[in-house]
């Protein structure tokens, strides 16, 4: 955000102060601004005992004011609340078959129906359904899908994927939709992307706009527009890689991340990884760095450097020790996205540190 909004409304406005903005318009003052001089000089010209009465009453008015901003302050606190309550649930319509919240089918008559937090919607082989949330988005869940509504932090919106595969649209603003899997959390970003979830637990993340974070216990993985990233029970998201990738490139990140390869295995495989990859490829290879045992970290480092030179203050040696803002500077280097975004989201947002169990 440029500060000079807060001045005198140019540059681009933060997302957060238009929402306060937006919310707190109600109160706006909306009668002409008194004359002062003239009521000062008014004031200066009374006996003595109307200045004192005037000087009571502006007293007394000042305390009225500020009575009428507490009160407006409290009833702005309640309507959020109020708003918090009625949206807590999403709307849930029927696309094709005959789609259940629980034991309750729903859609027969068209209507929708509310999925409040604790409930499962199920989808047959034969069903599909769309759920809503006006300050969210919309996510369409393809047949054969489990997904829960859990419970989330205020001013987000959290689901679990057991299995199946949906497909979010996200409007809200960043890290405030949330979808737990068996083997990961992905993050919303400001993004449209497909999840899918197989009965293993295994999933794959694809992002058409925008990007996605994913992360298990300190472990994550930033997918932009045109990337996926499979993840795995109990190791957790993989290494992301774009989709027109070469067909080398993916079969070997593939053995890199698999958890039976041996590490003369892996070192091979990224040895592959390294000579296929292309510039485009730097948001593998970035994510290489921290993921390639150290032995193997300066191929990665050399190779990075050579198709996206390291950012002024970045070094070889801090990046070979995973220094997190060099590793941090040299990802925003890379034009997919400022990856404060997502470092804001850890602070406010730990309890998504972990994928349910």
Same mark, same amino acid.
């Given at each position: 955000m440029n500060d000079n909004y807060l001045w005198d409304g140019s540059g681009e406005p933060d997302p957060e102060i238009q929402r306060l903005e937006n919310a707190l318009g109600r109160f706006r003052h909306n009668r002409p601004a008194p004359d002062f001089r003239a009521l000062t000089q008014a004031t200066l010209t009374l006996p003595a005992p109307r200045r004192v009465r005037m000087s009571f009453i502006a007293a007394f008015a000042g305390l009225a004011a500020a009575a009428l901003l507490a009160v407006g302050v409290v009833e702005y606190e309640n309507s959020l609340h109020r708003t918090s309550i009625s949206q807590s649930?999403?709307?849930?319509?029927?696309?094709?078959?005959? @789609?259940?919240?629980g034991a309750n089918m729903i859609g027969i008559n068209g209507e929708m129906a509310p999925l409040q937090t604790g409930q499962t919607l199920e989808t047959d082989q034969n069903s599909r359904a769309t759920i809503t949330d006006n300050a969210t988005g919309e996510v369409d869940v393809d047949p054969d899908t489990r997904l829960r509504a859990v419970q989330s932090r205020s001013g987000t919106k959290r689901l679990a994927l057991d299995r199946?595969?949906?497909?979010?649209?996200?409007?809200?603003?960043?890290?405030?939709? =949330? =979808?737990?899997?068996?083997s990961a959390v992905a993050v919303d970003l400001g993004c449209v992307y497909t999840l899918h979830v197989d009965d293993s637990g295994n999933g794959l993340l694809q992002t058409?706009?925008?990007?996605?974070?994913?992360?298990?216990?300190g472990h994550e993985s930033f997918i932009p527009t045109g990337a996926a990233c499979a993840t795995h029970p109990n190791s957790g998201p993989?290494?992301?890689?774009?989709?027109?990738? @070469?067909?080398?490139?993916?079969?070997?990140?593939?053995?890199?991340d698999s958890r039976s390869a041996t590490?003369?295995?892996?070192?091979?495989?990224?040895?592959?990884?390294?000579s296929e990859a292309r510039k485009r490829d730097a948001l593998t290879l970035?994510?290489?760095?921290?993921?390639? !045992?150290?032995?193997?970290?300066?191929? $990665?480092? !050399?190779?990075?450097?050579?198709?996206? @030179?390291?950012?002024?203050? $970045?070094?070889r040696e801090g990046i070979l020790r995973l220094d997190r803002t060099m590793l941090d500077s040299w990802w925003n280097q890379l034009g997919l996205g400022d990856v404060r975004l997502w470092r804001n989201w850890e602070r406010n947002w730990p309890d998504s540190e972990h994928a349910p169990k």
């Open positions: 649930a999403w709307n849930v319509s029927t696309k094709e078959g005959v @789609p259940r919240i199946g595969t949906i497909h979010a649209q996200i409007w809200a603003p960043a890290g405030s939709f =949330v =979808v737990d899997t068996p058409s706009f925008g990007w996605v974070g994913f992360k298990l216990n993989g290494t992301p890689y774009f989709e027109d990738a @070469p067909t080398k490139l993916r079969e070997a990140l593939a053995q890199f590490p003369a295995e892996r070192s091979a495989a990224l040895g592959i990884v390294l970035w994510h290489l760095l921290s993921r390639a !045992d150290e032995s193997d970290r300066s191929r $990665v480092y !050399d190779r990075l450097a050579s198709l996206v @030179p390291a950012p002024a203050g $970045v070094t």
